[in-house]
């Protein structure tokens, strides 16, 4: 069964559709309750050793009334971990200080306490600590400076966890020790393995630092098992790789995001055209040296996406899929330029099945300043002096109705959202003007030449088409990029052309946002597309 959420949003909407009969509506209902249930749910048997509540010690926080730059960083990641996070402080410290910590607790939404490690208050703090955290089960990790782990030389209860930020080792043996404050999630992730067992897996992931806020705010990279069981870490280049990577069972990245130049050629191989900053060369060099390390995904994987010539001839394999409603999937028609004054540009557009206006995009699809740098042309004179980067690649404009559907493939599930788009060609001619019309060039990841209010209601090709998506087509063709491309977790763009019914494949990126997609729904299929990743490991390792 298909069911249709939709949800509006100022004077357009989303509509988010998912392509599944195993994501039912009990998985809608339940999926808040189950975030809620899980740590107790998954820990039963633990025997106490997982970690479902973190507190610092006020002395790791600042420096002479200054922010740890360091600190900062980890209680970002901590407060979407889905792990309860607290400050503490202890007696004589300054008021100033005291209000300083609980603006900053008031800043990630935690708590703050007060902790005196004397015998005499200990434990009433302790009490006050359970009282406000009456939800915790499981282990509370005390992470102290290395001048405060004499002052709790040994767990205030059998339910805590003392962590020593240290420079040498702890003579407590029930004290645990890490030398950067940027190893917590890491030791978090290896005390809730060592409680929970091998059934557990591991996920280090790696992506620039907004993209990973944009997923943990929505719960995507939780430090406890997962109902599937998953755990995640964030992998780090201030910290030596080999280590961490040693401690993950599956890689995730978003290669992309670590991108410094991309040169192209006519050679089909990428390998040693795409420069990484240094962290990712030594993340690259080990899964190379890895054959058995198991990636989401294979960075030669992503290299097609990179390429917008490389797609465009892998869209051609298309051609054989024809949906019940007898439309076609294809990608747009298409040329490769590498000089916009040569000769025979105006007729080998016309070999290409090109006509005017066309929409003209760098070859580099990602990963560099000029991606995303394009140009609506009108008039062919206009090319000679066009300022898209080169080489570039030429597509038709498909006249769409403003309608473009952003699909989402995680693992075996599809889904959908229907998104406000550029208006047909008609209505950018009468919006820029019909006379002295000047090539359209816009950023397409800030903003789009869209029409305001309703431009085209005075034009025939103003009919909207919405209804018309031929879902078990996409679905089908969805299923081939996965397979052609070798592709978990990708999306790609779709319009229906207004005159032939064709859906035209306009662009296709790797590990999207989904953000469309609801959370009780993209977040469970963005697990089980990563869990059935690793459960098919030896299937793959046998090809």
């Not at 939780?222 to 755990?231: A, D, E, K, Q, S």
């Not at 040569?342 to 099945?353: C, N």
């Not at 305001?452 to 299923?479: M, Q, R, Y």
Request: aromatic residues 8%.
């Amino acid at each position: 069964m298909k069911r249709v959420v939709v949800v509006w949003e100022g004077f357009g909407f989303f509509l988010f559709h998912f392509i599944s009969s195993s994501l039912s509506v009990t998985t809608l209902l339940q999926f808040q309750r189950e975030r809620e249930r899980e740590r107790e749910r998954e820990m039963e048997g633990a025997n106490g050793g997982v970690i479902g509540g973190v507190i610092f010690h006020h002395s790791l926080l600042f420096h002479d009334d200054i922010a740890n730059p360091a600190a900062d960083s980890l209680l970002r990641k901590l407060r979407h971990s889905a792990i309860p996070t607290a400050i503490s402080h202890g007696p004589g410290i300054s008021s100033h200080k005291i209000n300083l910590l609980k603006k900053m607790a008031a800043l990630y939404s935690m708590d703050c306490f007060s902790l005196d490690p004397s015998s005499s208050s200990l434990q009433d703090a302790i009490n006050d600590i359970m009282l406000a955290w009456n939800h915790v089960r499981e282990t509370i990790l005390l992470l102290l400076s290395d001048d405060d782990k004499e002052l709790f030389n040994k767990p205030p209860n059998c339910k805590w966890q003392i962590v020593a930020l240290s420079a040498s080792p702890c003579d407590a043996s029930s004290i645990y020790n890490i030398n950067k404050l940027e190893e917590l999630p890491l030791t978090i992730c290896r005390l809730n393995k060592k409680a929970v067992g091998d059934n557990v897996v591991t996920v280090g992931y790696i992506m620039k630092p907004s993209r990973e806020e944009d997923f943990a705010k929505r719960g995507a990279f939780p430090m406890y098992p997962t109902h599937n069981g998953l755990m995640f870490f964030p992998l780090t280049f201030d910290l030596p790789l080999t280590p961490q990577l040693q401690e993950a069972d599956l890689i995730l990245h978003k290669a992309t995001d670590e991108i410094v130049s991309v040169e192209l050629s006519d050679s089909a191989e990428f390998l040693n055209k795409i420069t990484y900053t240094t962290g990712m060369e030594e993340l690259k060099r080990y899964m190379d040296h890895h054959v058995d390390c198991c990636v989401i995904d294979p960075l030669s994987n992503i290299y097609p996406v990179l390429d917008r010539l490389k797609i465009q001839h892998i869209l051609l394999g298309l051609e054989n899929l024809k949906g019940a409603s007898g439309h076609l999937i294809r990608g747009p028609h298409f040329l490769k330029v590498d000089d916009y004054k040569e000769l025979s540009l105006i007729r080998r557009l016309s070999e290409a099945k090109l006509s005017l206006p066309c929409i003209v995009k760098p070859q580099v699809a990602c990963g560099v300043a000029v991606a995303h740098s394009m140009a609506i042309v009108f008039k062919d004179q206009d090319f000679k002096d066009l300022k898209v980067p080169l080489p570039a690649v030429i597509q038709e404009y498909v006249n769409h109705s403003s309608i473009l559907y952003k699909f989402y493939v995680l693992g075996e599930k599809v889904f959908y959202a229907v998104k406000k788009s550029t208006p047909n060609t008609d209505i950018l001619i009468k919006l820029f003007g019909n006379h002295d019309l000047k090539p359209l060039v816009f950023d397409s990841l800030k903003s789009l030449p869209t029409a305001t209010g309703n431009p085209h209601s005075d034009s025939n090709s103003s009919k909207g088409n919405n209804e018309h998506i031929d879902e078990d087509l996409v679905t089908e063709a969805a299923k081939w990029l996965m397979k052609n491309l070798g592709l978990t977790i990708f999306g790609f763009d779709v319009v229906i052309d207004e005159g032939s019914g064709d859906h035209v494949i306009v662009d296709v990126n790797y590990l999207p946002s989904f953000k469309e997609v609801p959370d009780e729904v993209a977040i469970p299929a963005f697990w089980n597309a990563i869990k059935n990743k690793w459960e098919s490991k030896p299937a793959l390792m046998a090809q």
